[in-house]
């Protein structure tokens, strides 16, 4: 079954502690992208990836890190989290330039 | 600045009807644009897209129409079913970018 599995689905962590939420895609695609959905802000792309070890940033990149060192995965790397990183998070993967799969979604909070 | 905007929060609609949700946008470069459907708890599944060189594309039930002279583009839903009941989300990229930027979601509320 073609899918896109983000883990972990919940989350909760103190400021500070890094943290890294795991995205893995079964379809081969070449793109794939972070998201977070906010109130009011609807989703906004983090950063994304073209393929292995390219990558570049996206709308709201600030505070986050991402690394594509194999096709099928592209984590999520939260060095120092802050409370305003309190977000929902989805992971994206795509045939190049064309609609995206998205993941279940991480639900991630900051205290 | 929002570059993607979807004015309408929200939309009810009887079932059977019509349901048109619009999205406006700001920046010429855009050329290529997507509506997803999400619902509660999951994530955004794609829909429909269209390229700017066209101004209307069709899927089923679901067909989008883009007016490049006035940013805009819209989604019809004919015959809206309440399983349509959805958050749904434009969005735009431009040419050769995998950068995409999303509206803000209009939550559409089909009434049996």
């Not at chain 1, 292995?52 to 505070?63: F, I, L, N, Y």
Request: net charge positive.
């Amino acid at each position: 079954e073609a899918q896109v599995t983000q883990n972990p689905r919940y989350l909760i962590t103190v400021t500070g502690k890094k943290l890294t939420v795991t995205c893995s895609q079964n379809m081969n695609h070449e793109y794939m992208s972070w998201y977070r959905q906010d109130p009011g802000l609807g989703l906004r792309q983090i950063y994304y990836s073209m393929n292995v070890e390219v990558t570049d940033k996206g709308d709201v990149p600030e505070g986050y890190k991402v690394s594509r060192k194999e096709k099928r995965n592209f984590p999520l790397i939260l060095e120092s989290p802050s409370p305003n990183q309190t977000s929902l998070y989805f992971c994206a993967s795509g045939p190049a330039l064309t609609e995206a799969f998205f993941g279940q979604g991480t639900r991630l909070t900051v205290v | 600045d929002q570059q993607v905007k979807q004015n309408s929060p929200s939309l009810s609609v009887q079932e059977g009807r019509i349901s048109i949700l619009n999205c406006d946008y700001t920046n010429s470069m855009f050329d290529y644009f997507l509506w997803y459907k999400k619902y509660p708890a999951e994530g955004p599944t794609f829909l429909i897209s269209i390229s700017s060189i066209k101004d209307k594309n069709e899927d089923g039930r679901f067909t989008v129409f883009l007016n490049k002279s006035a940013k805009h583009l819209s989604l019809h839903i004919v015959p809206s079913q309440p399983g349509d009941s959805a958050v749904y989300f434009c969005a735009a990229s431009g040419s050769g970018t995998y950068k995409y930027i999303f509206g803000t979601g209009t939550r559409l509320k089909v009434l049996a």
